[in-house]
């Protein structure tokens, strides 16, 4: 695993600076299913081609911002921070 | 070598060169790259060696009248200078006490000490070699059918690992062993891989498009196949084939040498291909054997000019010592200036074979015959060939050279992602489509190579001594027997046979491994395929992949008090934190001593390791109520709460205080060494939620201490104008306050046990507050004390440390938490996980323990009911005030009721514990109110 990130505030940066933050999910209304909370705990979409994911650079900005990473090549398309997401 | 390439290699952290070096480039008319200038002395097993300047280890040994260099890794069977070129297994050596070193690519050291490896008691007399005797005892795939009980394993393990394998590695220190080895990151634009004709044409043309350009090759100095043999003009790229001076290869390496965008690193092997275009290479220590530097160097582009490699003919006693590439018999005589023999047989077809015998009898070698390779039956000879058999006669000679077959080093490409290519014409797998950013020039296209030779042919000789791979000593017979047996695919006939898994990697034998499998299973080249290429594509010294001995260390603003006290330093993460204070024979007084200082006066400790975080904003407290299981926006400005943070499946992740310091602004301790983790998950939280809140880690800008003990108070009412009164400065409050002066945020908090406060100040005036403290403290007779006593102290309150006595598993429900799960306020994390964990009975869950009979059973011990384990100690200490011991652990939730009893198995001997409520000491909270 040796690729590239380009952080929105920093730029093109090796993922070793980054920390992974799991799939984009939709945490669970209060009062969901029991199933609900356990899928959004514990179960990955683990999709094959690109998904939105949460990063953080650790040594860089320490911002967390979302990256859309192809799965299967490891390349990261798009990133852009929470804030200007749609 | 320039003195440019000698500059980048040494100094430079950017591939550029340095500019300061203005000399003008060695001359290159050695063409061994060497820059000594006259004779040395090394010695080889105790006997000094002469060697000239253009000399390698295996260059000075052979002119000295060396010929065995090695023995076989499995056979034992004398093995000899066969590629001279580094990339076969046959001339490892120890050198200065570095295992497995080519000697053919070893620049000589004046001194160097250079030793045998794999023989006993000499390489010419091999007592191992009677393995041999024993081959059939020892078929392919002799693990997996000899060892079928693991008792036979461990009886044959230590046997086979004394006879089989390669080098020793020296447990002894020895400074000239001792190497530091270096990691270096660097970019560029283009990197070409290879600095033969073709590597060096495309550095060229890159540099001149204005490109950054670093040009890596693995041998001493650039040129490639045209230092030792002349190419022909047609095949050789357009700065070489004009027939002005400017064409030579001098002139074409001085051209790349100083143009000002080029960087040469000579001496250093491209190993591995990674993602994002990330090059590893290795490079060998100017001034020792072992490689020193791991560069990391990320490009845009990939030029792969890494070549081919001529690989040997299956014939009998193809590997006797004297039998020889071409390329290495006349690597010896242009680069060295060795003479490989004195009558030679030439195996090969006619071209090739005529220009060989032409550059062998320049260099005054009697060529005795020339063979075509279907001719030949056996190479003869004990310890060194003696003659060549071919199907009609025997041919006396000192050295068979054989024209072998040339095979595409496209490994690199291959790992870069491209396409391998068999390639019908020219009989080679070679490069075809490759990735963007990846390109390939050069022999490793299959350009120019000349035709193949049907490798796979046996002439009825004995296949038991005819080598495929002279790594793994794999014969031909070992492949045909392996395939009989199954393994016809080329990966499982690789995996179970060993063949191309050699420290040459597959350069020696990959394409006869393919072929002799293709006609074993009547399928064509193509269809067999090729085994994947992986890093590392040429050995690499394990000391280069670790890197230098580096490793953080965190220091409090107080470091030097601690030591000055004479303390036992302990890791806790990257900090170091004082265990106790006092010699490490008289532990348990030491402890004893500051536990009674806490308890009956007054102790002080360094706490700067805690986390610490200032949450800052109109939104603070909604972000704290969101994150942790507890309130925080209803806190009044003042005080001090405990706090838990749980992820969203409940797990405790992390504890401390939160102080809320001003109406926006709140001050968080966190655990030592957590610190980053709860700032990351705290701005998590918050991303994206326009909360107007900012996370602030103000942890080393921080010194904290603790002062706590029943004369806390006065020693540090004589330090601050603060009325610690408990009127005015309660438990669980906060307040700012001068300290010895100092401006300093005071928590009135009792992690172990007492009255006592936190005191947090700038750490630029660590050691004058500490130093302040301790002189109040004197007529109490103060103490400081240490991470050890801590822990006895708070184990006494039932104190619990998240991640010592909780673990991945922990719900606040089941630690005896509780009470900071506040499941009446809005949405938290973890708050369904949680509500669930509270709804349904516990499985296990974490209790006091007190010890029947006084023995102390160690952390992490199992808990034992009905003969079951039921549980596990992750605590426990004998407590001075009890005189008892007592801890904490993890029972199933059966055993949990107070007053029950658990059983632990400790010394042998099973002893009983019984379960306690309530805090060991204080349980109504007196002390630390007073
Ligand atoms: S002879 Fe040295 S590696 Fe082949
Ligand atoms: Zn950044």
Redesign the interface.
Known sequence: MSFLIPCPNCGKRSVYEFRFGGEVKSRPAPGSTAEAWLSYSYATANRERPQKEWWYHTHGCRQWFFAMRDTLTNEVTETSLPEEAP | MSDKTDSAHRHGASPRGSDESSTSPNSVSTNAGSTRQSPVTFSFNGRPIQALPQDTVASALYRAGRRTFSRSFKYHRPRGLLCVAGKCPNCLMNVDGTPNVRACTQPVQAGMQVTHQNAYPSLDTDFMSLAERFSWAMPVGFYYKTFTHPWMWRIAEPLIRRAAGLGRIDREFRPEANHDYEHVFAHTETTVVGGGPFGLQAALDAAERGEDVVLIDDQPALGGHLRYAPGENSTLPKAFTGDTDESALAAVISRVLDHPQITVYTDATCFGV???N?LAIAHRGLDSPAAQRLT?L?TDQIVVATGASEAPLLFENNDLPGVMLSSGALRLIGLHGVKPGERAVVVGQAERAESTSQALQAAGVTVAGVVGPADVVKAVGGKHVTGLKTTTELLACDLVVVCGNWAPDAGLAAQAGGQIEWDEARGVFATGALPPGVTAVGAATGAGLPPSLDTARKNGANAKKTFVCPCEDVSLHDLSTAIAEGFDHIETLKRYTTTTMGPCQGKMCKQAAIDVCAQETGRTVRETGRTTSRPPTAPVPLGALAGPHLHPVKRTPLHAKHDELGCVWMDMGEWKRPLYYGAPESKQASVEQEYWAVRQRVGLIDLSTLGKLEVVGADAGKLLDKVYTNRFSDLRVGRARYGVIC???GIILDDGTVSRVADDRYFITTTTGNI?FV??WL??WQ??S?WCVHVTNVTGGLAAVNVAGPKARDTLAKLTDRDLGNRRFGYMRCRRAQVAGVPSLMLRIGFVGETGWEVHYPAEHGEHVWDAIMAAGKEFDIRPFGVETQRVLRLEKKHVIVSVDTDATSNPIESDLAWVAKLDK??FIG???IS?AQARPPREKLVGFVMDDNVLPPDGCVIIADDRPAGRITSVRHSPVNEKVIGLAWVSADLAAAGGTIGMRVNGRLVTATIADQPFYDPAQERLRQ
């Open positions: 990674y993602e994002g990330l990391q990320r992820d969203e499946a980053e700032q990351e701005e998590w991303a994206g326009g809005g949405d708050k369904a996980a669930r």
